[in-house]
Every structure is written in C-alpha cells, then in structure tokens.
C-alpha cells in the first residue's frame, strides 16, 4: 500500500499541521478545501492509519499523525535536494565538490571561500580531504578528489594539468625559550645542524624519500602541521612554517624568527597550483571555488607579509610571487620539478 503515497500527499499533510486546518493549508496551496480533505484521506487510506482527530472544530494531528509529520518533512527535504541535484546536472554543475587540499593552505581563506560556494549552491555536497605533502596528490591520482589545491614540488605531478594559484610565505622559527633564540645571526648551516629540526612526513608514498629543505642532523617527523606547532612551541626544535599559521606567535613572542645565512633574510614562498586530471577540468563549481580563492589571496597573502621583523638584523622581504614554470609539450600542464630524494621527509620550504 505504500506505494501509493505521493509526495504531494506529505505536502498536504504538512500543510494541514503547520497552518492549522484544511481551509488554512487550501489557500497556502491554492486549492479548494475538499481537495485538501480528500487528500489527506487518501493519505491516510494509503498508510492504513488515522492520522488527526477530528472530534473538534478543528483537525488536530494524533499521536501517529505527529511521528509521520516527521517523516513527511525529511522525506520533501531528500526530494528537493534530489531535484536541485537532477537540474545541476542538467546545467553542467558537479553533483559533488570533491576537493583535496594542501594543509599549509591558509583555512580562513578556504572556509570563507567555501562558505560563499554554500550560500550559492546550498544543495551542494562537499567532501574535503586535508592533508600534507604528497598525500593531497594521491587522493586525486585515486580518484577520491576531482580537484586538488596543493604544492607540486613534492611530487612533480606527472600526467596531471596545474594552474599556478598563489605562494604561501614560510619562516624559519623557534620557541623563544630555545637556544637558537638566542643565537647571533644570520645562523649558517652548521650552526642548524646541532639542533632538532621539525620536519614533515607524508602518510602517501608519492614523496617517499624526498628531504628537500632538510637541513639538521637530527630530524624529528610529524605528519600534521598542527602537531608540529605544538612542538615548535614547547620548544623542541626549529622548522620551516607557513607564515599565516605562526604570525601571532611571533608577533606575541612565543616564538622568534630565525635569521638564516643561506636565506639572506628573505622570506621563502612555495607555490600551490590547482591540479586535476588532465582532460577532466573542473566543472562550474569547482572553477567558480578557484576563481573565488584567487580573488581573496592576494589580500591573504599581503597581510601574511607584512609582519615586522623583530629586530634590526632580521630583514623581511617577500620571497618570489611566481617562481619560473615549464610548459609542457601539450594542454596547459606544468611541469614541476619534484624535490631531491634521499631519507624520508620535507624541511619544507627549500632555498
């Protein structure tokens, strides 16, 4: 019997309870009030269930006619959202966002971004892989993501189309407790090698062996970005961090920038490109999602560089905005030249 229910059926039915009685809910859908009534008996003929009381002057909903009014209303929801999907498709927009993106990209752009795309697309699923390194790239290589929002230097994205889309700032820091704090710069190479440098791993195999940036003797490999703060701050080594992510605490003086000899002061930038398969571009949405990105970081980027530097000998100055590409022989692909390999993990950035 219960196929015969129809969602016009719920409708009414929701009508009937929100509004009060059948002649309120006949003008809310702009019918005569014995279509209502004939409505909702065929409802509850359908259901094999009484759903009001009508022993008063008006219907009131029963006990079961509560627990289905429930039910009607998730059921009308799936159908809208079923039918937002069915006219995106028809209109070539992704049914889902399947986005993989590089944990050092700034989230307050990304969420800010994102919550635009939502008020745009409310209906819109979205699935949202994080993570680091080369493991961003080994979501699309599996076809989990569609589109990944990543650094290429790791990997070189070999077969995959790339679009530059910015450069995030790193800066070499340390808890303001520790003993490079204190150290005299500009700090050269064998000074940093006494001390543990924090560094990342990856939880795929595409960086698998790669140590660019790797600079100390003595490593310690995290593969979060989080947890490597976390021991930054307790002052368990030094690392390379994105400056967007360590600005207050420099700024609060948790943590010092290091002057590094070989950086000449300068910050380093590593660059993150949009990267999906090639001859699969992103869809209305996910260029709509990029285009938005490369709108907000700019400003994101600006406002990360121009943190003071803490001292007379510690010169800020921002790193390349773009560094050189090569153009592949075909489509818009770039290539990338993936980092040296030996041992297991990045210093990131590499200078």
Same mark, same amino acid.
């Given at each position: ?11 009414v ?9 059948f002649s309120a809910?006949a003008r809310r859908l702009?019918?005569?009030q014995?279509?209502i009534s004939?409505?909702?008996q065929?409802?509850?003929?359908a @259901?094999?269930?009484t @759903?009001?009381?009508?022993?008063g002057?008006?219907?009131? @909903?029963?006990?079961?006619?509560r627990?289905m009014?429930?039910g ?9 959202t079923?039918?937002a999907?069915?006219?995106s498709i028809?209109a070539?927009v992704?049914?889902?966002l399947? @986005?993989?993106?590089?944990s ?17 697309h409310?209906?819109?699923?979205v699935?949202?892989?994080?993570e680091?390194?080369?493991a961003a790239?080994q979501?699309?290589r599996?076809?989990?993501?569609r589109l990944?929002i990543?650094?290429?230097?790791a990997?070189?994205?070999r ?7 910015a450069a ?8 303001a407790d520790?003993p490079l704090a204190a ?6 190479r064998d000074?940093?090698e006494?001390h ?6 990856d939880?795929? !195999?595409?960086?698998a ?13 995290f ?15 030094w690392?390379?961090?994105p400056? +967007?992510l360590?600005?207050?605490?420099i700024?609060?003086?948790r943590?010092r920038?290091?002057?590094?000899k070989e950086?000449?002061?300068r910050l380093?930038s590593?660059?993150? +490109?949009v990267v999906h ?6 869809g ?7 285009d ?5 970081l700019p ?5 990360a ?8 000998s510690? !010169? ?9 590409e090569k ?8 290539a990338?030249s993936?980092?040296?390999r030996s041992g297991r993990?990045?210093?990131?950035p590499?200078?």
């Amino acid at each position: 019997m219960l196929d015969r229910l129809t969602l016009d059926q719920l409708r009414v039915l929701v009508a009937v309870a929100e509004t009060g009685s059948f002649s309120a809910a006949a003008r809310r859908l702009g019918r005569v009030q014995s279509a209502i009534s004939q409505t909702v008996q065929s409802l509850e003929s359908a @259901l094999g269930i009484t @759903l009001f009381e009508r022993a008063g002057k008006t219907p009131r @909903l029963n006990d079961a006619g509560r627990v289905m009014l429930d039910g009607a209303r998730h059921l009308l929801r799936g159908a809208d959202t079923l039918r937002a999907q069915a006219e995106s498709i028809a209109a070539d927009v992704e049914p889902e966002l399947t @986005l993989a993106i590089d944990s050092i990209f700034p989230n307050a752009v990304l969420m800010a971004s994102l919550k635009a795309l939502s008020a745009a697309h409310p209906c819109l699923p979205v699935t949202l892989y994080t993570e680091g390194l080369g493991a961003a790239e080994q979501r699309l290589r599996d076809g989990a993501a569609r589109l990944g929002i990543y650094s290429p230097v790791a990997t070189g994205v070999r077969g995959l189309e790339t679009e530059y889309l910015a450069a995030i700032p790193f800066v070499p820091v340390v808890a303001a407790d520790h003993p490079l704090a204190a150290a005299p710069g500009p700090l050269a190479r064998d000074v940093l090698e006494r001390h543990v440098q924090l560094i990342l791993t990856d939880r795929s !195999t595409l960086s698998a062996g790669m140590s660019g940036g790797i600079v100390s003797t003595r490593i310690w490999r995290f593969v979060d970005l989080g947890s490597r703060l976390d021991y930054l701050l307790a002052g368990f080594g030094w690392g390379n961090m994105p400056l +967007h992510l360590v600005a207050e605490h420099i700024a609060a003086g948790r943590l010092r920038r290091l002057d590094l000899k070989e950086n000449n002061g300068r910050l380093v930038s590593l660059p993150i +490109h949009v990267v999906h398969e090639r001859g699969r571009p992103p869809g209305q949405v996910g260029r709509w999602l990029v285009d938005d990105l490369r709108k907000r970081l700019p400003a994101a980027e600006g406002d990360a560089i121009l943190v003071p530097p803490q001292d007379s000998s510690d !010169t800020v100055a921002p790193g390349p905005s773009r560094p050189p590409e090569k153009k592949l022989d075909r489509g818009s692909a770039q290539a990338v030249s993936p980092l040296p390999r030996s041992g297991r993990g990045l210093g990131l950035p590499r200078t």
